[in-house]
């Protein structure tokens, strides 16, 4: 594992020059961020070794070195998911990656169900805090010392400096923000009414099924993550209706324009 991170990292050194210091997940329908970004260099993962290959639509599967704004940030356009098939160590290889490049700073987004009675289709929830429902714990099994502690704490998963900015941003260009848990969990399937039930008995806002294996990683890495989810449909009852991988990714392009400004400010800043 640790022979691999260093072959990816070297590659991409060579191909990239100046590492920035932050780095960027877009999910469905996020990806049209990346439109945001200027003077791009594009590396397919087809491409950099070692890189597994995204297969879900809306995730294109480039990694993108560029500008937002006036910041240097890497881009991963697509994400891998445990329900593609993947394991842990293969759906977070990239972040690992990243900390060997010196990344400092990990900002991630996503589609989310909205289980929060107070939260409409559209809007963007600032992520507080996860309950993890993944069978399997991305650092489940033999620990390098080398990526960081055996038992990592996770008392402060999402970096409340970031939090805080990020509000103060939201509320500086009149954004609705909307605040809450993340329920990650192995997908395919969309929820049922009544597990949608079950994730906000246990303290749940959103439910995807991505986000929190990276967040893990990211923090047994050290790194400081600030993460959103858009909310693409609502797991509240009354308000439940089916929903399609194509309407998910429609909702998410209509609230795209609010995130970009706020990661845009927020990578300016710090």
Do not use: C, W
């Not at 900015?165 to 329920?183: C, P, R």
């Not at 909702?251 to 990578?267: F, S």
Request: net charge negative.
């Amino acid at each position: 594992m640790l022979e691999a991170i260093k072959q990816t990292a070297d590659y991409l050194k060579n191909r990239i020059g100046d590492v920035p210091n932050t780095a960027i997940i877009l999910g469905t329908g996020l990806g049209e961020l990346a439109r945001e970004i200027t003077d791009k260099t594009e590396i397919p993962y087809t491409e950099i070794p070692n890189f597994p290959v995204s297969t879900v639509e809306g995730h294109s599967g480039k990694l993108i070195i560029g500008n937002l704004g006036s910041k240097r940030v890497l881009a991963m356009q697509g994400r891998f998911h445990y329900y593609e098939g993947y394991n842990m160590k293969q759906v977070t290889f990239p972040i690992r990656v990243f900390k060997a490049l010196g990344v400092e700073y990990l900002f991630v987004s996503n589609a989310a169900g909205g289980m929060n009675p107070s939260f409409d289709v559209g809007d963007i929830m600032l992520i507080e805090d996860h309950i993890n429902m993944f069978p399997e714990h991305p650092l489940h099994g033999k620990n390098y010392n080398e990526l960081g502690t055996r038992f990592p704490d996770m008392s402060e998963a999402y970096n409340k400096e970031l939090r805080l900015m990020a509000m103060e941003i939201a509320k500086e260009k009149n954004i609705k923000l909307q605040h809450g848990v993340y329920v990650g969990v192995s997908g395919p399937t969309f929820e049922t009414p009544a597990e949608y039930h079950f994730f906000r008995v246990i303290g749940g806002d959103a439910v995807g099924m991505s986000t929190v294996p990276e967040v893990i990683v990211a923090n047994h890495a050290k790194m400081k993550v600030l993460a959103f989810s858009i909310i693409t449909d609502l797991g509240v009852i009354g308000k439940i209706v089916e929903v399609t991988h194509e309407e998910v990714q429609e909702a998410a392009k209509i609230a795209q324009p609010k995130m970009a400004e706020i990661m845009r400010t927020i990578v300016e800043r710090i």
